[in-house]
């Protein structure tokens, strides 16, 4: 199944939103590995969508989850930011239902391309 406009997926959009605001939060966080990490789990959620919306359906629905296991690796990380004083409550709230959304969208979408396999 190939996707016409990756651009045009909910789950692409907001996984970007995601990453959007994990910059914009991380931005001046000193901890430099920690912030890398972060930052390039939460691109690599978008990316999966958009590099898997132009290959076979098993193939995409491949890179969808892999597209959530990077969802539950920036809550897993967000968890840690939140125990060392990275991000505050109201922060990390925020930020996980973020992530749950895109996560559920993402299976979603999986769940979708699935019945054409």
């Known amino acids: 199944m190939s996707v016409r406009n990756f651009e045009d997926l909910i789950c692409w959009k907001k996984a970007q939103d995601l990453s959007v605001d994990i910059y914009t ?12 990490q972060i930052q ?3 691109v690599s959620i978008s990316n999966n969508i958009a590099e898997g919306s132009e290959r076979t359906t ?7 989850s892999i597209a959530k296991s990077s969802c539950n690796e920036v809550k897993s ?3 840690l930011a939140f125990r060392l004083n990275y991000i505050n409550e109201e ?27």
Do not use: C, H, P
Not at 59 to 64: A, G, K
Not at 100 to 107: A, C, L, P, R, T
């Open 25 to 36: 939060i991380f931005r001046s966080l000193k901890d430099y590995s920690f912030k890398d």
């Open 40 to 42: 390039r789990t939460s």
């Open 58 to 64: 098993k193939e995409f629905s491949r890179l969808l």
């Open 77 to 79: 990380l967000l968890f």
């Open 91 to 117: 922060q990390k709230a925020t930020l996980l239902l973020k992530t749950v959304e895109v996560s559920k969208i993402v299976q979603g979408l999986k769940t979708s391309i699935e019945k054409n396999i």
